[in-house]
C-alpha cells in the first residue's frame, strides 16, 4: 500500500540480506517508523510485543526469524531451538506454526551451509504468496461488495469491520479490508464502520489509519455500537479476519468479533470473513473447545495508549490501583453464525463441504 505517494509492504528483507525492516506498529497511527530485526531474538519479541502483529505478518516474521537463526548457527540443535523459540511467542494465530513447519521441512533435509539462504528465499516466497491471496481475497470480495451494492442503488455501502485485517496485519492489501480497497478503487460509495477493538484498539489506531490514508469514508466506533447500527439499519454487511479456521468453518478472531456475529444474525446482516489457506487449521473441527486463546497482560485492559497534547505516546490508567483485569485477545465464532468465508480460491459456506470444495487438494 501507498504511504504518502511510496509503496510500502510491513516487512522486507534489508540490503546485505542479514535483516529484516518491519513497520513498527506500536507507534501508529501517530509516528510512521521501521524497526530492523537482527536476530531471532528481536523477530520474536517484535511478535511478542505486537511491534508486528496480525496473523498473516505474524507468520512471515516467523519465517525470517528462522532465516536470522540459521544464518547464526545452521545446525539442527538451531533449528529446533530458534522455532521453538518463535512458536511460543503468540499461540492463537495458526499462521505462525504453518510458517515455521513450511521453513523447517524445507530446510532440515538440506547440509547446514545451503540452510540459510533456502530459509531466506522460502520466507520470501510466503510473503509474495501472502500477498497474492489477499489481493485475490480482495477481488472475490469486491464481487459480493457489487451484489449487495446493486441491490441497493444510490444508497452507500455501510460495511462495518473488527481489529484490522489490512495490509498492516498481512504484508499487502490485507484480508478483510483488501475487498473494502478493491471497492473503492472500483468507485463504488462505501463507507466503513470501524470497531475501535479494546484493548489495544487495532481498528481505532491501525484500521482507521489505513482508511484514511487510501481515502476510505470511515467512522470509528466504540464496540459496544454496532448492534445498535445494525438495528437502525446502518450496516449492510460486516467483514473481519481471522487468526484460525477450522476445517469445520469455526473462526477464531479478536475478542468481540463473536458478538458481532450474534447481532449480525439477530438483523439478518451477512457476516463474511475473509481468509487465505495459511490461516486454515486443518487439524481440529471444534473451534471453541480446541484453538488456544492467549490470555494477554492485564494492563491492557486497565490502561491505554495514546498521543498526549504535547505531541507525546503515552499510557494513561483507566480504572482504580487494585482492580484486576483479564484479557482473552481472541474468541471463536462457530461456522453457522458466518455467512460465507472469502478466499484467495473464491467464497463458499463456512462448513467442511465448503472448504473441502476449494480445497479439496490440500
Ligand atoms: O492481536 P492481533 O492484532 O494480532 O489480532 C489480529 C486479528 O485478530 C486479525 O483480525 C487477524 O489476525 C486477521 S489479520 C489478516
Excluded at 235 to 258: E, M, Q, S
Aim: charged share 20%; net charge negative.
Amino acid at each position: 500500500m501507498k504511504i504518502d505517494g511510496q509503496a510500502w509492504r510491513t516487512i522486507w528483507l534489508e540490503p546485505g540480506g542479514r535483516s529484516i525492516g518491519v513497520i513498527d506498529q506500536i507507534q501508529l497511527p501517530h509516528q510512521f517508523t521501521t524497526r530492523t530485526l537482527r536476530s531471532c531474538d528481536e523477530a520474536a519479541e517484535a511478535i511478542r510485543t505486537m511491534v508486528v502483529r496480525g496473523a498473516p505478518l505474524i507468520g512471515v516474521t516467523g519465517a525470517y526469524g528462522l532465516m536470522l537463526a540459521l544464518q547464526v548457527d545452521p545446525s539442527d540443535a538451531s533449528l529446533a531451538a530458534a522455532f521453538d523459540q518463535l512458536n511460543a511467542t503468540r499461540p492463537t494465530a495458526v499462521n505462525l506454526r504453518w510458517a515455521l513447519e513450511r521453513v523447517r521441512d524445507r530446510v532440515a533435509p538440506l547440509p547446514p551451509a545451503e540452510r540459510a539462504q533456502a530459509a531466506q528465499v522460502e520466507a520470501g516466497a510466503i510473503a509474495d504468496e501472502d500477498v497474492a491471496m489477499c489481493e485475490a481475497i480482495g477481488e472475490h470480495g469486491l464481487e459480493l461488495f457489487q451484489e449487495l451494492a446493486a441491490a441497493r442503488p444510490g444508497q452507500t455501502l455501510n460495511v462495518l469491520t473488527h481489529c484490522n485485517a489490512g495490509w498492516l496485519a498481512t504484508v499487502d492489501w490485507g484480508t478483510a479490508l483488501a475487498p473494502i480497497y478493491k471497492a473503492h478503487r472500483a468507485g463504488l460509495d462505501i463507507h466503513v464502520w470501524v470497531d475501535e477493538t479494546r484493548p489495544r484498539n487495532q481498528g481505532a489506531s491501525l484500521t482507521a489509519y489505513e482508511l484514511g490514508r487510501e481515502g476510505v469514508p470511515h467512522t470509528v466506533i466504540v464496540d459496544n455500537a454496532g448492534g445498535h447500527l445494525m438495528q437502525h439499519g446502518q450496516v449492510d454487511a460486516v467483514i473481519v479476519g481471522t487468526d484460525r479456521t477450522t476445517r469445520r468453518g469455526d473462526v477464531c478472531n479478536k475478542i468481540g468479533t463473536y458478538l458481532k456475529a450474534l447481532a449480525a444474525r439477530d438483523n439478518n446482516i451477512p457476516f463474511y470473513v475473509a481468509l487465505p489457506a495459511s490461516t486454515i487449521d486443518w487439524s481440529i473441527d471444534d473451534g471453541v473447545a480446541e484453538i488456544p486463546i492467549e490470555a494477554r497482560s492485564p494492563e491492557e485492559v486497565t490502561h491505554i495508549q495514546g498521543r498526549s497534547p504535547d505531541g507525546a505516546i503515552t499510557t494513561v490508567q483507566l480504572s482504580p490501583d487494585g482492580s484486576p483485569g483479564f484479557n482473552p485477545a481472541f474468541d471463536v465464532t462457530p461456522a453457522r453464525l458466518v455467512t460465507a468465508l472469502i478466499t484467495e480460491r473464491g467464497v463458499v459456506a463456512a462448513s467442511a463441504a465448503g472448504l473441502q470444495e476449494l480445497y479439496g487438494d490440500v
